[in-house]
Protein backbone atom coordinates (compact mmCIF):
# COMPACT_ATOMS: atom_id res chain seq x y z
CA UNK A 1 0.00 0.00 0.00
CA UNK A 2 1.42 3.81 -0.57
CA UNK A 3 -0.20 6.98 -0.57
CA UNK A 4 -0.45 9.72 -2.88
CA UNK A 5 2.21 12.19 -2.06
CA UNK A 6 1.74 15.71 -2.79
CA UNK A 7 3.81 17.33 -5.88
CA UNK A 8 6.69 19.89 -4.73
CA UNK A 9 9.51 21.69 -6.32
CA UNK A 10 13.10 19.39 -5.90
CA UNK A 11 15.83 21.34 -3.64
CA UNK A 12 19.13 19.34 -3.32
CA UNK A 13 20.41 19.68 0.09
CA UNK A 14 24.23 18.52 -0.54
CA UNK A 15 23.45 15.09 -2.25
CA UNK A 16 20.05 14.75 -0.70
CA UNK A 17 17.17 15.31 -2.81
CA UNK A 18 14.54 16.87 -1.23
CA UNK A 19 11.12 17.25 -2.34
CA UNK A 20 9.33 16.08 -6.23
CA UNK A 21 8.84 12.89 -5.43
CA UNK A 22 12.60 11.97 -3.66
CA UNK A 23 12.19 9.93 -0.75
CA UNK A 24 11.70 11.77 2.92
CA UNK A 25 14.80 12.23 4.50
CA UNK A 26 15.61 11.97 7.78
CA UNK A 27 17.06 14.82 9.79
CA UNK A 28 18.72 15.23 13.40
CA UNK A 29 20.33 17.75 15.24
CA UNK A 30 24.13 17.93 16.87
CA UNK A 31 23.80 19.07 20.70
CA UNK A 32 27.70 19.84 20.75
CA UNK A 33 29.32 23.24 20.47
CA UNK A 34 29.56 23.54 16.91
CA UNK A 35 33.37 24.43 17.82
CA UNK A 36 33.99 21.00 18.96
CA UNK A 37 35.05 19.26 15.51
CA UNK A 38 36.17 16.08 16.86
CA UNK A 39 32.73 15.54 19.42
CA UNK A 40 30.38 17.27 16.59
CA UNK A 41 32.04 14.60 13.94
CA UNK A 42 31.46 11.46 16.33
CA UNK A 43 28.11 12.53 17.03
CA UNK A 44 27.10 13.01 13.37
CA UNK A 45 28.83 9.54 12.13
CA UNK A 46 26.35 8.15 15.39
CA UNK A 47 23.36 10.17 13.78
CA UNK A 48 24.40 8.73 10.24
CA UNK A 49 24.29 5.08 11.58
CA UNK A 50 21.27 5.75 13.06
CA UNK A 51 19.67 6.48 9.50
CA UNK A 52 19.94 10.19 9.67
CA UNK A 53 20.40 11.99 6.09
CA UNK A 54 20.95 15.26 7.06
CA UNK A 55 22.23 16.84 10.39
CA UNK A 56 22.11 20.07 11.18
CA UNK A 57 24.54 22.32 13.77
CA UNK A 58 24.21 25.46 15.51
CA UNK A 59 26.14 28.29 14.10
CA UNK A 60 26.07 30.73 16.55
CA UNK A 61 29.22 32.85 17.13
CA UNK A 62 32.57 32.63 14.70
CA UNK A 63 34.37 29.70 16.58
CA UNK A 64 30.90 27.73 15.17
CA UNK A 65 31.63 28.90 11.76
CA UNK A 66 35.14 28.06 11.76
CA UNK A 67 34.30 24.40 13.28
CA UNK A 68 31.86 24.05 10.40
CA UNK A 69 34.71 24.45 7.93
CA UNK A 70 36.48 21.81 9.17
CA UNK A 71 33.74 19.52 9.70
CA UNK A 72 32.10 19.70 6.17
CA UNK A 73 34.64 18.41 4.68
CA UNK A 74 34.58 14.78 6.80
CA UNK A 75 31.27 14.95 7.63
CA UNK A 76 29.26 11.56 5.98
CA UNK A 77 26.10 13.37 5.70
CA UNK A 78 24.88 17.22 4.31
CA UNK A 79 25.41 19.59 7.08
CA UNK A 80 22.70 22.39 7.94
CA UNK A 81 24.28 25.38 9.69
CA UNK A 82 21.08 26.39 12.23
CA UNK A 83 21.27 30.61 12.06
CA UNK A 84 19.69 32.40 15.06
CA UNK A 85 19.88 36.13 15.33
CA UNK A 86 22.85 37.12 13.46
CA UNK A 87 22.70 36.90 10.01
CA UNK A 88 26.20 37.44 9.55
CA UNK A 89 26.85 34.05 11.16
CA UNK A 90 24.64 32.65 7.69
CA UNK A 91 27.24 34.29 5.44
CA UNK A 92 29.81 32.72 7.64
CA UNK A 93 28.62 29.28 7.67
CA UNK A 94 28.06 29.82 3.78
CA UNK A 95 31.87 30.87 3.78
CA UNK A 96 32.48 27.39 5.77
CA UNK A 97 30.92 25.32 2.75
CA UNK A 98 27.82 23.97 4.25
CA UNK A 99 25.26 22.47 2.54
CA UNK A 100 21.91 24.47 3.69
CA UNK A 101 21.00 26.69 6.11
CA UNK A 102 18.15 27.22 8.56
CA UNK A 103 17.06 30.86 9.02
CA UNK A 104 13.95 31.85 11.59
CA UNK A 105 11.87 34.88 9.98
CA UNK A 106 11.24 35.42 13.57
CA UNK A 107 14.47 36.34 14.84
CA UNK A 108 15.82 37.36 11.51
CA UNK A 109 13.51 40.29 10.87
CA UNK A 110 15.40 43.11 9.12
CA UNK A 111 14.58 42.82 5.10
CA UNK A 112 17.79 43.78 3.99
CA UNK A 113 20.03 41.26 5.78
CA UNK A 114 17.33 38.36 4.85
CA UNK A 115 18.27 39.30 1.12
CA UNK A 116 21.93 39.61 1.67
CA UNK A 117 21.73 36.20 2.61
CA UNK A 118 19.62 35.04 0.12
CA UNK A 119 21.33 36.67 -2.43
CA UNK A 120 24.83 34.74 -1.47
CA UNK A 121 22.96 31.25 -1.40
CA UNK A 122 21.74 31.91 -4.49
CA UNK A 123 25.42 32.38 -5.97
CA UNK A 124 26.94 29.63 -3.64
CA UNK A 125 23.82 27.15 -5.23
CA UNK A 126 23.30 26.56 -1.51
CA UNK A 127 19.00 26.18 0.16
CA UNK A 128 17.73 28.00 2.84
CA UNK A 129 14.97 26.32 5.43
CA UNK A 130 12.49 28.95 6.46
CA UNK A 131 11.43 27.82 9.59
CA UNK A 132 9.02 29.29 11.08
CA UNK A 133 8.61 28.08 14.95
CA UNK A 134 5.68 28.56 16.89
CA UNK A 135 7.62 29.98 20.19
CA UNK A 136 9.21 32.81 18.19
CA UNK A 137 6.82 33.98 15.83
CA UNK A 138 7.28 37.61 14.79
CA UNK A 139 5.03 40.11 17.36
CA UNK A 140 3.33 42.07 14.60
CA UNK A 141 2.35 38.99 13.30
CA UNK A 142 1.00 37.75 16.90
CA UNK A 143 -1.10 40.57 17.20
CA UNK A 144 -2.37 40.58 13.73
CA UNK A 145 -3.76 37.04 14.71
CA UNK A 146 -4.51 37.59 17.93
CA UNK A 147 -2.37 35.17 18.93
CA UNK A 148 -0.24 31.81 17.46
CA UNK A 149 -2.19 30.85 15.09
CA UNK A 150 -2.44 28.66 11.59
CA UNK A 151 -2.72 31.56 9.75
CA UNK A 152 -0.03 33.57 11.41
CA UNK A 153 2.89 30.75 10.94
CA UNK A 154 1.90 30.46 7.47
CA UNK A 155 1.72 34.35 6.69
CA UNK A 156 5.57 34.56 8.64
CA UNK A 157 6.71 31.75 5.68
CA UNK A 158 5.16 33.46 2.78
CA UNK A 159 6.41 36.85 3.63
CA UNK A 160 9.94 35.28 3.90
CA UNK A 161 9.45 34.06 1.12
CA UNK A 162 8.57 36.90 -1.17
CA UNK A 163 11.67 38.52 0.30
CA UNK A 164 14.00 35.36 -1.09
CA UNK A 165 11.72 36.16 -4.48
CA UNK A 166 12.88 39.85 -4.72
CA UNK A 167 16.30 38.77 -5.44
CA UNK A 168 15.44 35.10 -6.84
CA UNK A 169 16.17 32.63 -4.39
CA UNK A 170 14.08 30.04 -4.94
CA UNK A 171 16.11 27.03 -3.43
CA UNK A 172 13.41 26.92 -0.62
CA UNK A 173 11.90 24.45 1.98
CA UNK A 174 10.22 25.59 4.39
CA UNK A 175 8.82 24.46 8.19
CA UNK A 176 5.65 25.45 10.53
CA UNK A 177 6.62 24.25 13.25
CA UNK A 178 4.92 24.02 16.50
CA UNK A 179 4.93 22.38 20.00
CA UNK A 180 0.88 21.99 20.18
CA UNK A 181 0.01 19.20 17.74
CA UNK A 182 -3.38 20.31 16.07
CA UNK A 183 -1.99 23.61 15.16
CA UNK A 184 1.35 22.36 13.80
CA UNK A 185 -0.82 19.88 11.72
CA UNK A 186 -3.22 22.58 10.79
CA UNK A 187 -0.75 25.37 9.73
CA UNK A 188 1.06 22.36 7.56
CA UNK A 189 -2.22 21.65 5.60
CA UNK A 190 -2.90 25.37 4.78
CA UNK A 191 1.25 26.31 3.82
CA UNK A 192 0.96 23.15 1.72
CA UNK A 193 -2.62 24.67 -0.29
CA UNK A 194 -0.50 27.55 -1.11
CA UNK A 195 2.96 26.68 -1.75
CA UNK A 196 4.41 24.11 -3.67
CA UNK A 197 8.30 24.28 -2.15
CA UNK A 198 9.41 21.31 -0.15
CA UNK A 199 8.38 21.05 3.44
CA UNK A 200 10.31 19.99 6.78
CA UNK A 201 7.78 18.51 9.10
CA UNK A 202 8.39 18.75 12.93
CA UNK A 203 6.67 19.30 16.30
CA UNK A 204 8.56 21.35 17.93
CA UNK A 205 10.15 20.88 21.66
CA UNK A 206 7.91 17.69 21.66
CA UNK A 207 9.91 17.02 25.14
CA UNK A 208 11.20 13.79 26.45
CA UNK A 209 10.48 9.78 25.92
CA UNK A 210 7.99 8.88 25.68
CA UNK A 211 5.63 11.50 25.77
CA UNK A 212 7.90 13.74 23.02
CA UNK A 213 7.81 10.74 20.74
CA UNK A 214 4.14 10.29 21.11
CA UNK A 215 3.37 13.88 20.15
CA UNK A 216 5.69 13.85 17.48
CA UNK A 217 4.78 10.47 15.84
CA UNK A 218 0.91 12.13 16.06
CA UNK A 219 1.73 15.37 14.25
CA UNK A 220 3.90 13.96 11.77
CA UNK A 221 2.46 10.96 10.69
CA UNK A 222 -0.77 12.39 10.46
CA UNK A 223 0.74 14.93 7.48
CA UNK A 224 2.84 12.28 6.07
CA UNK A 225 -0.48 9.86 5.52
CA UNK A 226 -1.72 12.90 4.24
CA UNK A 227 0.96 13.30 1.42
CA UNK A 228 2.45 16.36 3.22
CA UNK A 229 6.25 16.28 3.99
CA UNK A 230 9.53 15.70 2.29
CA UNK A 231 11.66 16.05 5.16
CA UNK A 232 10.86 15.04 9.01
CA UNK A 233 12.25 15.85 11.93
CA UNK A 234 12.08 14.48 15.92
CA UNK A 235 12.68 17.43 18.19
CA UNK A 236 13.13 15.53 21.18
CA UNK A 237 14.92 16.26 24.37
CA UNK A 238 16.68 13.14 24.55
CA UNK A 239 20.15 12.03 22.39
CA UNK A 240 19.92 13.01 19.23
CA UNK A 241 20.80 9.17 18.03
CA UNK A 242 16.91 8.51 19.15
CA UNK A 243 15.42 11.73 17.13
CA UNK A 244 16.94 10.00 13.96
CA UNK A 245 15.82 6.21 15.20
CA UNK A 246 12.72 7.65 15.29
CA UNK A 247 12.40 9.35 12.31
CA UNK A 248 13.81 6.34 10.31
CA UNK A 249 11.48 4.15 11.69
CA UNK A 250 8.28 5.72 11.35
CA UNK A 251 9.18 6.28 7.58
CA UNK A 252 10.01 2.42 7.76
CA UNK A 253 6.80 1.42 9.57
CA UNK A 254 4.62 3.31 7.33
CA UNK A 255 6.58 2.03 4.03
CA UNK A 256 8.10 5.29 3.00
CA UNK A 257 11.64 3.79 3.18
CA UNK A 258 12.88 0.54 2.46
CA UNK A 259 13.16 -1.42 5.65
CA UNK A 260 16.81 -1.80 6.88
CA UNK A 261 16.94 -2.92 10.28
CA UNK A 262 15.08 -5.44 12.17
CA UNK A 263 11.00 -5.24 12.64
CA UNK A 264 10.61 -6.57 16.24
CA UNK A 265 7.36 -7.43 17.08
CA UNK A 266 6.59 -9.05 20.18
CA UNK A 267 2.87 -9.94 21.82
CA UNK A 268 1.84 -7.54 24.83
CA UNK A 269 1.90 -10.70 27.52
CA UNK A 270 -0.43 -12.17 29.11
CA UNK A 271 -1.39 -14.49 32.09
CA UNK A 272 -0.57 -16.88 29.87
CA UNK A 273 2.95 -15.80 29.22
CA UNK A 274 5.83 -18.45 30.02
CA UNK A 275 8.42 -16.24 30.02
CA UNK A 276 8.93 -12.36 31.38
CA UNK A 277 7.81 -11.35 27.45
CA UNK A 278 8.89 -7.87 28.30
CA UNK A 279 12.37 -8.64 29.24
CA UNK A 280 13.04 -10.89 26.51
CA UNK A 281 11.40 -8.14 23.99
CA UNK A 282 13.69 -5.54 25.04
CA UNK A 283 17.05 -7.89 25.58
CA UNK A 284 15.97 -8.85 21.51
CA UNK A 285 15.50 -5.35 21.14
CA UNK A 286 19.05 -4.26 22.23
CA UNK A 287 20.36 -7.34 20.33
CA UNK A 288 19.55 -6.46 16.85
CA UNK A 289 19.43 -2.35 17.55
CA UNK A 290 21.93 -1.45 14.99
CA UNK A 291 21.92 -4.77 13.12
CA UNK A 292 21.25 -3.94 9.28
CA UNK A 293 18.47 -6.83 8.85
CA UNK A 294 16.00 -6.13 6.98
CA UNK A 295 13.76 -8.97 8.79
CA UNK A 296 10.05 -9.01 10.96
CA UNK A 297 11.21 -11.14 13.69
CA UNK A 298 8.53 -11.92 16.43
CA UNK A 299 8.95 -12.66 20.02
CA UNK A 300 5.48 -14.14 21.66
CA UNK A 301 5.37 -15.78 25.18
CA UNK A 302 3.78 -18.83 24.66
CA UNK A 303 3.64 -21.63 22.48
CA UNK A 304 0.04 -22.19 22.37
CA UNK A 305 -1.25 -18.94 20.39
CA UNK A 306 2.22 -17.67 19.87
CA UNK A 307 3.79 -19.35 16.24
CA UNK A 308 0.04 -18.82 14.58
CA UNK A 309 0.03 -14.98 15.40
CA UNK A 310 3.13 -14.92 14.15
CA UNK A 311 2.80 -17.15 11.68
CA UNK A 312 3.73 -14.10 9.28
CA UNK A 313 6.87 -13.05 10.32
CA UNK A 314 9.88 -14.06 8.96
CA UNK A 315 11.40 -15.58 11.63
CA UNK A 316 9.76 -16.18 15.27
CA UNK A 317 10.63 -17.90 18.81
CA UNK A 318 7.70 -18.45 21.29
CA UNK A 319 8.51 -19.76 24.76
CA UNK A 320 6.66 -23.23 26.19
CA UNK A 321 7.83 -25.30 29.26
CA UNK A 322 11.16 -23.56 29.68
CA UNK A 323 11.85 -23.76 25.97
CA UNK A 324 12.13 -21.22 22.86
CA UNK A 325 10.27 -22.73 19.97
CA UNK A 326 12.13 -21.22 17.17
CA UNK A 327 9.83 -21.05 13.70
CA UNK A 328 10.66 -19.07 10.00
CA UNK A 329 8.25 -18.30 7.97
CA UNK A 330 5.53 -20.20 10.58
CA UNK A 331 7.46 -23.65 10.27
CA UNK A 332 9.35 -24.76 13.55
CA UNK A 333 12.69 -25.42 12.83
CA UNK A 334 14.90 -25.83 16.16
CA UNK A 335 14.09 -25.99 20.17
CA UNK A 336 16.51 -23.94 22.32
CA UNK A 337 16.88 -23.93 26.12
CA UNK A 338 14.80 -20.52 27.37
CA UNK A 339 17.90 -18.98 28.25
CA UNK A 340 19.45 -19.03 24.39
CA UNK A 341 16.59 -17.26 23.41
CA UNK A 342 17.68 -14.43 22.17
CA UNK A 343 21.38 -16.10 20.55
CA UNK A 344 19.53 -18.43 18.82
CA UNK A 345 17.28 -15.43 17.49
CA UNK A 346 20.23 -13.77 16.51
CA UNK A 347 22.38 -16.81 15.06
CA UNK A 348 18.58 -17.42 12.95
CA UNK A 349 18.09 -13.93 12.13
CA UNK A 350 21.69 -13.76 10.45
CA UNK A 351 21.67 -16.73 8.28
CA UNK A 352 17.96 -16.20 6.82
CA UNK A 353 19.51 -12.68 5.93
CA UNK A 354 23.19 -14.12 4.39
CA UNK A 355 21.37 -17.40 2.95
CA UNK A 356 17.58 -16.96 2.55
CA UNK A 357 14.95 -18.71 4.53
CA UNK A 358 14.60 -21.66 3.00
CA UNK A 359 17.90 -22.47 3.05
CA UNK A 360 17.53 -21.98 6.76
CA UNK A 361 14.51 -24.21 6.95
CA UNK A 362 16.52 -27.21 4.71
CA UNK A 363 19.45 -27.29 7.31
CA UNK A 364 17.53 -28.84 10.25
CA UNK A 365 15.03 -31.55 10.59
CA UNK A 366 12.06 -29.82 10.74
CA UNK A 367 9.70 -33.32 11.69
CA UNK A 368 11.98 -33.29 14.56
CA UNK A 369 11.81 -29.74 15.55
CA UNK A 370 7.64 -29.87 15.52
CA UNK A 371 7.64 -33.18 17.18
CA UNK A 372 9.84 -31.53 20.01
CA UNK A 373 7.51 -28.50 19.66
CA UNK A 374 4.51 -30.73 19.56
CA UNK A 375 5.56 -32.36 23.18
CA UNK A 376 5.93 -28.75 25.03
CA UNK A 377 2.44 -27.57 23.61
CA UNK A 378 0.78 -30.88 24.75
CA UNK A 379 2.29 -31.09 27.95
CA UNK A 380 1.45 -27.23 28.50
CA UNK A 381 -2.30 -28.03 27.23
CA UNK A 382 -2.68 -30.97 29.50
CA UNK A 383 -1.09 -28.38 32.45
CA UNK A 384 -3.12 -26.05 31.97
CA UNK A 385 -6.83 -27.69 31.32
CA UNK A 386 -7.66 -28.16 27.09
CA UNK A 387 -7.30 -24.77 25.41
CA UNK A 388 -8.85 -21.70 27.48
CA UNK A 389 -10.00 -20.33 23.98
CA UNK A 390 -13.12 -22.56 23.57
CA UNK A 391 -15.16 -19.16 24.46
CA UNK A 392 -18.67 -20.50 22.96
CA UNK A 393 -18.50 -23.31 24.88
CA UNK A 394 -17.29 -21.14 27.80
CA UNK A 395 -20.84 -18.59 26.20
CA UNK A 396 -22.95 -21.34 26.47
CA UNK A 397 -22.12 -22.31 30.30
CA UNK A 398 -22.06 -18.28 31.22
CA UNK A 399 -25.51 -17.61 29.70
CA UNK A 400 -26.71 -21.06 31.68
CA UNK A 401 -25.36 -19.92 34.99
CA UNK A 402 -27.14 -16.55 34.46
CA UNK A 403 -30.21 -17.82 33.52
CA UNK A 404 -30.29 -20.59 36.66
CA UNK A 405 -29.70 -17.70 38.71
S1 LIG B 1 1.25 -15.10 22.52
FE1 LIG B 1 0.59 -16.21 24.34
S2 LIG B 1 1.49 -15.04 26.04
FE2 LIG B 1 1.53 -13.69 24.26
S3 LIG B 1 -0.38 -12.52 24.42
FE3 LIG B 1 -0.78 -14.27 23.04
S4 LIG B 1 -1.63 -15.84 24.43
FE4 LIG B 1 -0.63 -14.31 25.74
Sequence with gaps: MSFERRQTKQIHVGKVPVGGGAPISVQSKTITKTADVEGTLQQIYALAAAGCDIVRCTCNEIEAAEGLAQIVPRSPVPIIADIHHQYKMALAALEAGVHGLRLNPGNIRKPEHIKAVAMEARDRNVPIRIGVNGGSLDPALYEKYGGLTAEAMVESALQEIA???????????????????????????????????????????????????????????????????????????????????????????????????????????????????????????????????????????????????????????????KRGHLFVKGRNVAVVPESEMVEALVDWATFIHEHGAEAAIARVDTALAEREAAKDRNALLEEKGADANHSNEKIVEIRKTISDN
Design 163 to 321: YFQEVDFDLIKISVKASNVPLMVEAYRQLSAVTDYPLHLGVTEAGPLPNGLIKATAGISTLLLEGIGDTIRYSLTADPVEEARAGRQLLESLGLRERKNVDLIACPSCGRAEIDVIEVANRAMRAFEDKKIPLQIAVMGCVVNGPGEAREADLGIAAGN
